[in-house]
């Protein structure tokens, strides 16, 4: 037999166990990435939403009421969350009340968790 030849049934070597690794390497780092902007917890926060006060509420009252507002979707069907709503579409035909339900979060958060 020549060399560079194979023997007739011997496994031909694929290079899909490489890609298998790369595609389980790049799912990892996803993975981790993922995880780590979770862990902020919130998308948009007090800096995002400039429009409400969230002065005097403890870091936990803060936490539920950005939890809320990150949670609610606004009412005018552009798909959008409540707060990024309000952090990004200045021009949302809805922007006052999104604003001001998002203030009531706040009041809520600030009054069911003394």
Known sequence: MAKGQRQKGSPKKSGTSG????????AL?????????????????EDDIK????QGLTPKQKDIALEAANTAR???GCGLGLAQ???TDPNCPVRE???DRIK???RSA???HE
């Open 51 to 54: 429009v409400v006060n969230f």
């Open 110 to 112: 600030m009054a069911e």
């Open 74 to 76: 606004c009412t005018c």
């Open 29 to 45: 780092l996803a993975a981790a990435g993922y995880g780590l902007t979770q862990m902020s917890g919130v998308a948009f926060d």
């Open 85 to 87: 709503c309000v952090a």
């Open 97 to 99: 009340g999104n604003i």
């Open 104 to 106: 009531g979060m706040v």
């Open 19 to 26: 890609v298998v690794k790369i595609v389980a390497i790049v």
